[in-house]
């Protein structure tokens, strides 16, 4: 009981929750324009910026929601721990690769993964780190 009153009132889980909807609703051509909607009204309440047409698997666990962004069309594993201030997104604005980010991993605050790489499952990233492609 108790965990469930958590989920509902931690900011965290909500930003989840909503992600999770904005992105079912962007994958219908119909209700695309409320995902947006939706998808601006997130990133003002929740300082986190998730893109709609990002992959993200089951499981997805964010532990502070502040400053939170992930790209268009990043891909994330199952199982997943993000931190505040973390950026997963492209190299630069020409570029449109995204990272892909394996199951079971974890991503501690302040990391910024960008550009065309491909991290296994069970990977650490430490604080403050930037991974990109050599």
Not at 20 to 40: D, F, V
Not at 55 to 63: A, C, D, E, M, N
Not at 89 to 117: E, F, H, R, W
């Amino acid at each position: 009981m108790i965990k469930a009153i958590y989920k509902v009132i931690n900011p965290s889980e909500q930003l989840v929750f909503f992600y999770r909807l904005y992105s079912w609703l962007y994958n219908t051509r119909i209700t695309r324009p409320l995902s947006y909607l939706l998808y601006m009204i997130v990133r003002i309440v929740y300082s986190s910026d998730i893109h709609p047409a990002s992959k993200i698997g089951k499981g997805l666990s964010i532990r502070h929601h502040f400053g939170i962004v992930i790209g268009k069309n990043a891909v994330i594993g199952n199982d997943v721990i993000i931190y505040n201030d973390v950026s997963i997104g492209q190299l630069n604005v020409d570029d449109s690769c995204m990272p892909v980010i394996g199951s079971n991993s974890i991503i501690y605050k302040g990391a910024v993964i960008v550009g065309n790489v491909t991290l296994p499952e069970n990977t650490i990233i430490s604080a403050n780190k930037l991974v990109k492609p050599s």
